[in-house]
C-alpha cells in the first residue's frame, strides 16, 4: 500500500501504457516529481538555463534547494542540485520515509528519474 500516488507525467503529459490507460507513480518517485514540478512551476529552471553566469547560477542553486527543502517530505541538509554532463540538471535528496531520490530536469520538462 502506497502513501502517495499520482499520475506520471513525463515532458507535461501523462504517461499511457500499452493499453492507452494512466500509468501511476508511488511514494518515493511521487515526490521526486512533485519536487521537479515544483521546481518547473517556480521559474527557476528557466533561471539555470537562460543565465549561466556563475553568481546567478549559485543563487539559483541556493534558491532551489531551499524550494525543495521547503517539501515536507524531505529530510533538510539533503538535498543538492547539480549540472551533468549532458546540459541537464540533477536533484539528488533524501525523503524522510522513502530514501534517496534523484531526478533530472531541463529548463522546461521533466525528464524522468
Known amino acids: 500500500m502506497s ?31 512533485d519536487v521537479v514540478h515544483a521546481i518547473l512551476d517556480s521559474g527557476l529552471a528557466h533561471l539555470l538555463i537562460g543565465d549561466r553566469q556563475s553568481s546567478v ?3 539559483t542553486h541556493t534558491r532551489i534547494t531551499l524550494l525543495v527543502e521547503d517539501d515536507p517530505r524531505i529530510k533538510p541538509g539533503t538535498v543538492r542540485v547539480e ?16 530514501g534517496d531520490i534523484h531526478t533530472k530536469f531541463t529548463g522546461g520538462a521533466h525528464d524522468g528519474n
Open 3 to 33: 502513501l502517495f500516488r499520482d499520475l506520471h507525467i513525463k515532458n507535461g503529459d501523462v504517461v499511457l501504457d500499452a493499453g492507452a490507460n494512466p500509468t501511476y507513480l508511488a511514494d518515493r518517485d511521487v515526490i521526486a516529481q
Open 57 to 59: 547560477t549559485r543563487d
Open 83 to 98: 549540472q551533468g554532463t549532458d546540459g541537464h540538471w540533477w536533484v539528488f535528496a533524501r525523503t524522510l520515509d522513502f
